[in-house]
């Protein structure tokens, strides 16, 4: 009875130390999908042997196949092949099977076929020779957590749908043909791991957040600035930059990031002095800043005499390495000064061109007010000049100063002379004045055969001077009730007063007509005006 309880005890203790055994059934809709799955991937090795009679879910795992079920649904497909990767080709190697699957191979029918395994939160298709753009639809694992699509011959850029992904703890996109920017993935909170590395990714340093444990962005083709965001990737452990094309200083703020524990800047074209007052993470352990231009002397959590970190600096142009393991000063000071500024990112660009339009808003602003305020000062000068040509008229033709008197001059043929006079201040043309000899003369002494009518103001005769022209004579009355107003007013409308009948000292002809003249004569000075 001993005996039984101590192996009754001894196989409890067995049974418990085994692996749980899965329980769950597949679907048969899921089953249908992994023959579809086996088919469009062309039968690689891992997925041979299967039948109708295979039970996925039991299936042991290995290290090219393993299936997880949960509820009678996969949550887990790793899927590892054979078939070799872009950065184990030579350089300019023809890619052409047996490197991917055949031409045949479609990758848009291929994840149409395997997002229908919706329940999946763990995918990994590693060297199966995949080629094509990874499609929009990639989205469709709304539960994915860890996508895993590393060593295929995938192209094109990044889709923008992987944003859309927000329970992605894991991307791992090493080692494909993915080219230009990455979409921006600051969304994705959760997400922990990103490897972009040995692709062709750039000029534009992705778009991040700063939940990142893990980032890897080797050997690509990112041509910036290390940008300042991350100075707030506190849980940053792993950084690789190496093998791009990174410009400018060597951030300081990197060594000193709290949780950093490996950092591997080499291969770039990092340039100028590090701060020797630079501080470093108590749990930074690899430093690789090897291959660049950096001048000067290292600081001293890196240099020669950290004991308790790994530092590769060779290759760059510092006065504190091995100098056989060193370029001379000239050399990297050359190289700086050739490397191009990098190109500005769509975000950059942008914010120049915003830039650039409140620069020539303001400009065009100033401009448009200066040009305003220099209107009005025309319009004052304008308005001022026309007050004060007024003002010269009027004063210029005052009833009292505006009379035609008998000529005092001694000469008997002064009075045959015409005044020419003009306005400049209102750029009118000429303008005569003639003597009172020249108006009886014209009128026949305001002969009563000449009258050509007679109004409430005065008399109007005809007659002609001596070079020929017709002219009407107005002679108005100054004694009537505020005719001296009336009369200025006649002057000066008469003086601005254009019509091809009215001339100033110029004959023209009309049709064999002649042109009149309008002249004006107060009655008041003039007895002879009144018809006899």
């Not at 089953?31 to 039968?43: A, P």
């Not at 090795?45 to 295979?54: D, I, K, R, V, Y």
């Not at 590090?274 to 749990?283: E, F, G, I, M």
């Not at 370029?327 to 769509?346: D, G, I, M």
Request: aromatic residues 8%; glycine residues 6%.
């Amino acid at each position: 009875m001993k005996n039984f309880w101590v192996c009754s005890s001894l196989l409890f203790v067995i049974i418990s130390l085994l692996p749980p055994i899965p329980t769950a059934q597949l679907t048969p809709s899921e089953s249908r999908i992994l023959f579809q799955v086996q088919k469009l991937l062309e039968y690689p090795p891992a997925l041979q042997g299967w039948s109708n009679w295979t039970n996925f879910c039991y299936l042991p795992p290995t290290s090219s196949l393993k299936i997880v079920c949960t509820s009678n649904r996969i949550t887990e497909l790793t899927v590892v092949g054979n078939k070799t990767s872009p950065s184990h080709l030579p350089q300019n190697f023809a890619i052409s099977q047996p490197t991917t699957l055949s031409r045949s191979f479609s990758i848009d029918s291929f994840f149409t076929t395997v997002t229908k395994l919706s329940n999946l939160k763990v995918l990994s298709l590693v060297s199966l020779g995949l080629w094509g753009p990874l499609p929009a639809k990639i989205n469709r694992f709304w539960s994915l957590e860890q996508l895993n699509i590393s060593s295929n011959f995938i192209s094109g850029s990044v889709p923008p749908s992987l944003a859309s992904m927000k329970n992605l703890r894991s991307i791992n996109l090493a080692d494909n043909l993915f080219s230009g920017s990455v979409p921006d993935l600051k969304g994705l909170a959760l997400l922990e791991e990103i490897n972009l590395g040995n692709n062709h990714i750039g000029p534009a340093f992705p778009s991040l957040g700063n939940s990142l444990v893990s980032l890897i962005l080797r050997n690509n083709s990112v041509r910036s600035e290390i940008p300042k965001m991350l100075t707030s990737f506190d849980q940053l452990q792993q950084l690789d930059l190496s093998y791009n094309k990174f410009v400018g200083p060597m951030p300081s703020f990197l060594f000193s990031l709290p949780s950093l524990q490996y950092l591997n800047l080499a291969q770039n074209q990092l340039s100028g002095a590090l701060s020797l007052n630079t501080t470093c993470s108590a749990k930074l352990q690899v430093v690789d800043v090897s291959q660049n231009l950096l001048i000067g002397k290292l600081p001293s959590c890196i240099g020669s005499k950290s004991s308790n970190r790994t530092v590769l600096d060779s290759w760059n142009c510092l006065s504190s390495g091995v100098s056989k393991y060193q370029h001379p000063y000239r050399f990297c000071q050359k190289e700086a000064l050739a490397v191009k500024p990098p190109a500005k990112t769509p975000e950059e660009k942008e914010e120049s061109k915003i830039k650039i339009g409140v620069v020539l808003g303001i400009i065009g602003g100033i401009v448009g007010v200066a040009g305003v305020i220099g209107l009005l000062i025309l319009v004052i000068i304008k308005k001022a000049g026309d007050r004060k040509t007024e003002d010269t008229f009027d004063s210029r033709y005052q009833p009292e100063k505006f009379t035609f008197r008998a000529s005092q001059m001694p000469n008997s043929d002064a009075r045959h002379v015409p005044q020419m006079m003009r306005l400049p201040t209102l750029g009118l043309p000429p303008y005569r004045v003639f003597t009172l000899e020249e108006i009886e003369d014209a009128t026949n002494n305001f002969d009563a055969s000449n009258l050509m009518g007679e109004g409430s103001q005065g008399q109007v005769y005809r007659g002609w001077v001596r070079d020929g022209a017709g002219v009407l004579v107005k002679c108005v009355k100054l004694k009537q009730k505020h005719m001296p107003q009336n009369f200025v007013q006649n002057v000066e409308a008469l003086s601005k007063l254009r019509h091809r009948h009215l001339i100033g000292e110029r004959k023209t002809g009309s049709n064999g007509h002649r042109e009149w003249l309008l002249l004006l004569v107060l009655q008041e000075e003039f007895s002879s005006c009144t018809p006899e």
